[in-house]
T-cell receptor, first 115, second 115 residues
Framework: DVKVTQSSRYLVKRTGEKVFLECVQDMDHENMFWYRQDPGLGLRLIYF???????EKGDIPEGYSVSREKKERFSLILESASTNQTSMYLC??????????????FGPGTRLTVT | AQSVTQPDIHITVSEGASLELRCNYSYGATPYLFWYVQSPGQGLQLLLKYFSGDTLVQGIKGFEAEFKRSQSSFNLRKPSVHWSDAAEYFCAVGSPLGGGNKLTFGTGTQLKVEL
């Protein structure tokens, strides 16, 4: 079974702090994704990475950055946390496919509260 | 650009009753289609997927979905709902043409099961 783990289930940070959210997958997937989930808005893609040191912006990258130094690990960084970044953050991974459906496998999520 | 609409934000059904959750997509050709479920406080779990062939797809936990090209729909069904099915359900669409293997998610339908 694919396993995607996230470093924390719950996190409370203060406004202005630098925050690191870590994600690790154990199935040698090339693609990794960071989403935020808010009530009524579903999942919105923040960033994704298709290879080590490669990244692309998603739909809502403002205020976030990412790092992928190793294939299995993808980090989301909030450079200066703000209260509007209070949310559930979900990490996912998938294989690169040239054909066929590209299902994503999700971690349990990190609920971040910024006070 | 692809998009997904889940018109029902909340649905309540009685245990043992049948269930249908609606999903409509916008895409120029036949996309890859997915249904995910999220139990409270958890990440997303894949229920089923469609990319070609038989338009009626069977998934886990007794769920099925039917792809209807003429209606641009991929509705999720279950003949008899169990109390443990209470969760949030997300429909997602992916492009067969590449697009970085990204998925676009709907805003979700919250299912409540009355005992």
């Amino acid at each position: 079974d694919v396993k995607v783990t996230q470093s924390s289930r719950y996190l409370v940070k203060r406004t202005g702090e630098k925050v690191f959210l870590e994600c690790v997958q154990d199935m040698d997937h090339e693609n990794m994704f960071w989403y935020r989930q808010d009530p009524g808005l579903g999942l919105r893609l923040i960033y994704f990475s298709y290879d080590v040191k490669m990244k692309e912006k998603g739909d809502i990258p403002e205020g976030y950055s990412v790092s992928r130094e190793k294939k299995e690990r993808f980090s989301l960084i909030l450079e200066s946390a703000s209260t509007n970044q209070t949310s559930m953050y979900l990490c996912a991974s998938s294989l690169v496919r040239t054909s066929g459906p590209r299902e994503q496998y999700f971690g349990p999520g990190t609920r971040l509260t910024v006070t | 650009a692809q998009s997904v609409t889940q018109p029902d934000i909340h649905i309540t059904v009685s245990e043992g009753a049948s269930l249908e959750l609606r999903c409509n997509y916008s895409y120029g050709a036949t996309p890859y289609l997915f249904w995910y479920v999220q139990s409270p406080g958890q990440g997303l779990q894949l229920l089923l997927k469609y990319f070609s062939g038989d338009t009626l797809v069977q998934g886990i936990k007794g769920f099925e979905a039917e792809f209807k090209r003429s209606q641009s729909s991929f509705n999720l069904r279950k003949p008899s709902v169990h109390w443990s099915d209470a969760a949030e359900y997300f429909c997602a669409v992916g492009s067969p043409l590449g697009g970085g293997n990204k998925l676009t998610f709907g805003t979700g339908t919250q299912l409540k099961v009355e005992l």
